[in-house]
């Protein structure tokens, strides 16, 4: 059951640190708050946009499935992650579904809510920043899927699951999400994920351990991605 909240948890967040008075009230009664069991649906894709979710724990992927049940995931996101914002700004449909990858709970800001603090410039600009990156990402997808192989998209997709914990610790762990999982968001097979990631492990590049896989060389996966 969702339930409304009576202070601002969502300061700390960069899009809502510049929310003045008015605007952190109408966060603060609004605000909802609900648990969403592993595999559970948030929406569909094609529904009405009810609001603006933000992942307080857990995590959620966006995907869109294909006539005959294929699936491509666009995103996956963790704690402070918000989607889906573009409903909101153009009043269409959802452009995604969402589905919960681990139990997680939510935050719920309703779209009256949300176009109410858009009053603040500095909080709009926030969230034209996240679509203008969004925007690159997908177009990012698109040179991926068009012009690189599943192996570059592999080392692509591994540097990013790291996060920025790469640049300054020699070996980066990292939980290694399903091979179908990782199929889905490289667009391939699952035989063609699991022969790059042994590939990689062969060369000394990664380590596996069960799910869980250590970045031995990052700078070799940049470099597959830049000469690719």
């Known amino acids: 059951m ?11 967040i960069p899009c809502f640190s510049s929310l003045d008075g008015d605007a952190s009230r109408v966060v603060m009664v609004s605000l909802q708050e ?3 069991r592993k595999e559970e649906v948030i929406f569909f894709e094609g529904d009405p946009c009810p609001g603006l979710f933000i992942v307080k724990s857990g995590r959620v992927k966006l ?3 294909s006539p005959n049940g294929d699936e491509h995931i666009v995103r996956v996101l963790g704690p402070s992650g918000c989607f889906e914002c573009a409903p909101l700004f153009d009043g269409g449909p959802n452009p995604v579904s969402a589905q919960a990858m681990e139990d997680c709970i939510l935050y719920f800001l309703p779209a009256q809510a949300f176009h109410a603090i858009l009053t603040n410039p500095e909080v709009t600009m926030s969230f034209v920043r996240v679509l203008a990156l969004r925007l690159r990402g997908l177009l990012n997808q698109v040179e991926d899927m068009s012009f690189r192989t599943v192996r570059a998209r592999l080392a692509r997709l591994l540097l990013q699951m790291s996060g920025p914990a790469i640049e300054s610790v020699a070996e980066a762990p990292l939980t290694l999400l399903n091979q179908h999982q990782l199929a889905c968001m490289l667009g391939c097979t699952r035989q063609m994920v699991n022969s790059s990631l042994g590939s ?5 590049i990664i380590r596996k351990d069960g799910r869980r896989i250590v970045i031995l060389k990052p700078d070799e996966l940049k470099r597959m991605v830049e000469e690719a």
Request: charged share 25%; glycine share 4%.
């Open 2 to 12: 969702l339930k409304t909240l009576y202070r601002n948890p969502l300061a700390s």
């Open 34 to 36: 609900t648990p969403y």
């Open 63 to 65: 995907y869109r499935s």
């Open 200 to 204: 990689l492990a062969r060369e000394g």
